[in-house]
């Protein structure tokens, strides 16, 4: 019985973390949606649906880090293209994607570098 509980307990956790509904989650569980309310009152079970989610994040944005050297080696073949209207949209697509992306890099080792700052302190 344990076993079967700790295999709904997952298909919940994973529905939720994939965005379902309350509703569409419970049925997926097999339970009701008052118990997804109750489960989602534990901390723990947030925090499980919260770590599913980021992991879930986690993959797809690999994927897509995947496909963006490829998308980058089109960009950069648009910039020699004939017409003049898909020469200019490359090239600020380039400079736009490529503005971002820094400031996406520099937010990101901004935050690293306090959340160590964080965790010094608590030490």
């Given at each position: 019985m344990?076993?079967?509980g700790r295999r709904n307990g997952d298909t919940l956790a994973l529905a939720l973390a994939a965005g379902d509904s309350i509703?569409?989650?419970?049925?997926?569980?097999?339970?009701?949606e008052r118990?997804?309310?109750r489960r989602l009152a534990d901390p723990?079970?947030?925090k499980r649906v919260q770590t599913?989610?980021?992991e879930m994040i986690g993959r797809a944005l690999g994927r897509m880090?995947?496909?963006?050297?490829l998308a980058a080696d089109v960009l950069r073949?648009?910039?020699s293209a004939d017409a003049e209207s898909v020469r200019l949209g490359a090239a600020r697509s380039i400079l736009d994607l490529g503005l971002k992306l820094r400031d996406a890099t520099e937010t990101e080792d901004r935050l690293a570098a306090l959340e160590m700052h964080a965790e010094r302190g608590k030490q």
């Open positions: 344990a076993g079967n509703a569409d989650a419970a049925a997926k569980a097999g339970m009701s118990t997804v309310y723990a079970f947030r599913l989610r980021a880090a995947d496909g963006m050297t073949e648009l910039l």
